[in-house]
């Protein structure tokens, strides 16, 4: 279970104005069922996963993951706790473009745990069950699909309990959505927390809760429950 308890975020711009990116939110995000966080452009959605990430601390209020007090923790400590909690797929994908595939998704092994075999072998099962070709050049050259496949591919890589997605269907075409969809879906089925923004329709329609982000206030305590969800029987 993650807790978000009076999260405010504030930045100030180069001008020196202040904005309140994220007001006061508090949120309750459950295992085994996909969250959407929806909202237009500018409304502090990317925030709001950073800060459940532990990759932004906030300003005000408590971010609470499986009892840790994560907002609290230093740095180190927070990415830590990110590196064995969560898996990440940024917006932008974030990928090392001069790598292939594998290279990629073997990434977050760098860090702490040893790059063994086990790590090797699960990089390739996902690439595979992604349809990705564990060597096929540079991901530069890659569909933006396919880079796609691999920047979710490297998030699975430590079996992460966590998932957080950032408009993951933005770039890509509609068979790719859909298969991203479906995955993040079976992400959850598999009892992980999966956090999803967008401003897409399908991801909201296939989500099991809608939390609907406006100038950076929830319209929705603690995320609606979809027809979706109700139909799934997810709580
Ligand atoms: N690091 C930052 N410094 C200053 N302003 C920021 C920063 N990050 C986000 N903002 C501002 O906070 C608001 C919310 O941004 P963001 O969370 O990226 O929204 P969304 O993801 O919904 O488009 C915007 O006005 C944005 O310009
Ligand atoms: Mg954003």
Redesign the pocket.
Known sequence: MIELENVSAR???AAGTV?D?VKDVSLTLAPGAVHAII?P????????LHIIAGILVPTAGTVQAQGITVSKLGESARDAWRRKNCGMIFQDFRLINELGPLGNVLVPSWFGRNGGTDIRRSARDLLAHFDVPARSGPVAVLSRGQQQRVAMARALVLSPQIILADEPTASVDKVNAERIIDELARLADEGRTVIV?SHDERVAARADHVIEILN?TLNTANGAQTEHAQARGVH
């Open positions: 930045f100030k711009d904005i990116a909202g452009s500018g409304s502090g959605k990317t925030t709001l923004v950076g």
